[in-house]
């Protein structure tokens, strides 16, 4: 790739596997991820020895679920600690999920969660709505809910010293109190927020409508999200597309962690990236989802990315899938987009030279018979 696949292709496991973080866990999951990290994937088994298959293959794959419930059960202990010191003063709070691993779109083993902290005692409110004029009543102040988050906050940090004295607890984000290692088996990130009563909400009474105003500490303002309708979103085309967005996703966010790895950081995140793959051709990545016909979602992704990069005027009309913004809302994502695009070229180049042997003497004579190669390539499975 111009790159080191071997280097790529233990990076992938490690972060699969979680040995990338053997740090951050307990002894005695520090065992159990170390006796799991020699079984074989199928993923592995299935590449037939042929290196660049086997890591575009590997990075589409959904983590293990065990390792998933781990972090989810891990998030749901810190919330329960929590919920019980807010009760004894008498200030009412509830607890949700956001994130990658809610959505299933993580790519570590050992990966961290968001647990947000839901304020009971404010929230605010799109006046224009349906139910604006009934709210009126219970104020819409920013600058109080300011106020009852950096109590919030204060609070929990606290709690978190107390109920869990061997975990290191990082509070210098402006965002986000971390509490990692001691008991706790995953790192959890507690976001101190509370509820917005969107327009749509006031209207369907549906949580994947409901907006999360997160306190943004350093600067002493509310940040509107819409955490709940992205997941609900990206799953719902995901079924449609019969898990092949998710791969798709899972693939571009693996690449950018290898390629950051290697020196080369591509300034899109995680919403990003999702938000970007949420706009392929879904027919493609439908065909991708049949067992065997994965490289079909690798080519897909190629040339989605390679069509936004020579198509600039139309990426930059791009919505995220909640609607809250563009997706390409800075010139710094456009050169990043560009840089991913590379990789993704350079990757689906490797993948051709091993899958069809014509290539490993003679160029293609165009990107549109490279990918129609891969796309009628059949990998068997392997259980």
């Known amino acids: 790739m111009g790159r080191d696949i071997q280097g790529r292709i233990q990076r992938l496991n490690s972060r699969r596997r979680g040995t990338d973080s053997l740090d951050r866990v307990t002894a005695s999951d520090r065992q159990v991820i170390l006796e799991k990290s020699t079984v074989p994937e199928s993923y592995q ?19 293990e679920p065990e390792y998933t419930r781990i972090s989810i059960e891990e998030a749901e202990r810190v919330g329960k600690q929590l919920d019980s010191a807010f009760a004894a003063k008498q200030i009412r709070v509830e607890f949700k999920l956001q994130g990658s691993v809610p959505c299933d779109i993580h790519i570590r083993g050992v990966s961290d969660v968001d647990l947000l902290i ?10 224009a709505g349906l139910l604006g004029a009934t709210y009126s009543a219970y104020g819409n102040s920013a600058v109080g809910g300011v106020a009852s988050l950096r109590q919030i906050r204060t609070e929990s940090a606290s709690t978190l010293k107390e109920k869990f004295p061997q975990a290191t607890i990082d509070t210098t984000g402006s965002k986000a109190i971390k509490i990692a ?11 101190p927020s509370l509820w917005h009563e969107t327009s749509d909400y006031q209207r369907t009474r549906d949580l994947i409508d409901r907006g999360i105003k997160i306190l943004d500490n350093d600067r002493a303002e509310l940040k509107l999200n819409l955490p709940f309708k992205h997941i609900h979103k990206i799953t719902q085309q995901d079924t449609a597309d019969l898990g092949g967005l998710k791969k798709a996703i899972r693939l ?4 950018k962690a290898d390629a950051k790895s290697e020196g080369t950081s591509i300034e899109l995140s995680s919403f990003d990236i999702a938000s970007l793959m949420y706009h392929a051709d879904h027919n493609n990545l439908r065909s991708g989802a049949a067992a065997g016909n994965e490289l079909t979602i690798l080519v897909e992704a190629q040339r989605h990315l390679d069509w936004l990069y020579n198509n600039s005027a139309q990426a930059a009309e791009l919505w995220v899938p909640d609607r809250t913004r563009k997706i390409l809302d800075s010139p710094a994502k456009v050169s990043a987009l560009a840089q991913l695009s590379v990789e993704l070229d350079d990757l689906v180049k490797e993948v051709a030279k091993e899958q069809v042997a014509e290539y490993r003497y003679a160029s293609p ?5 490279v990918r129609d190669h891969l796309r ?7 259980y």
Not at 52 to 57: D, H, K, S, W
Not at 252 to 255: E, F, G, L, R
Not at 365 to 369: D, K, N, R, T, Y
């Open 181 to 191: 290692g001691g008991s706790l088996r995953r790192q959890v990130d507690i976001v």
């Open 45 to 63: 088994k299935r590449s037939g020895g042929k290196t660049y298959t086997q890591y575009a293959l590997g990075a589409m794959q959904a983590v």
């Open 376 to 382: 009628k390539t059949y990998i068997p499975m392997v």
């Open 252 to 255: 571009c966010k693996n690449i």
């Open 118 to 127: 839901i304020d009971l005692r404010l929230f605010t409110y799109d006046s």
């Open 365 to 369: 004579s165009s990107a549109f018979e």
